[in-house]
């Protein structure tokens, strides 16, 4: 499974680079906000930090607008994804993008139709949002496994991103799927290596190696 960081915070970005275990980076409006930065500027070094996919959202509502903003954000670098959002317009985007060739990451997908939907218009990846379903008393993994079935089922080559996650059972959960990504937040990044026995093993060997002769 790709682990994709759901920050737009470049010194995150490099630490989990030198964790050598990332492979992209996802943001959305919110992430970009947070960092109180240009905008252009912020994508332009996000996308030199990391060379793997970098999703970026376009916020336009009609599909004119919202393909003038992908085309200006793919001109940033390569590597950038652009995240377009489920409804009828965002499906004309994803099929005109896709014509020319830009990735796309369709997001707050909250029902297998809208997956599927996404992926006949041409989606390079899904965004399925596990925890704010999870936030509403449902099942946000139980949606991700209806995607996961109706892919397979077809032959479907759209990538599904487990985004929202909060917890590191998401992450867990996301993989026994077989989930192509996992996008999470930094905190969730550190708690996954988080053990009690780790943590208390490594505490005894220390202190039996203090009593090594040298
Ligand atoms: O990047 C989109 C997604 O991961 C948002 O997560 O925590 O705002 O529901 P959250």
Known sequence: MKIFLDTANIAEIKKGLAYGIIDGVTTNPSLIAKEQQEFIPLIKEITATI?????????????????????????IAANVVIKVPINLEGLQVVKVLAGRGVKTNVTLIFS??????????????????????????????????DIALIYDNYDIATEIIVASVRHPLHFVQAARIGADVATIPFATLAQLLNHPLTASGMERFLKDWHKVKS
């Open 112 to 145: 297998p139709s809208q997956a599927l939907l996404a992926a006949k218009a041409g989606a390079t990846y899904v965004s399925p949002f596990v925890g704010r379903i999870d936030d509403i008393s449902g099942d946000g993994m139980a949606l991700v496994e």
């Open 51 to 75: 060379p793997g996919p970098v999703s970026v959202e376009v916020t336009a509502s009609q599909p004119e607008e919202m393909i003038a903003q992908a085309e200006r954000y793919a001109a």
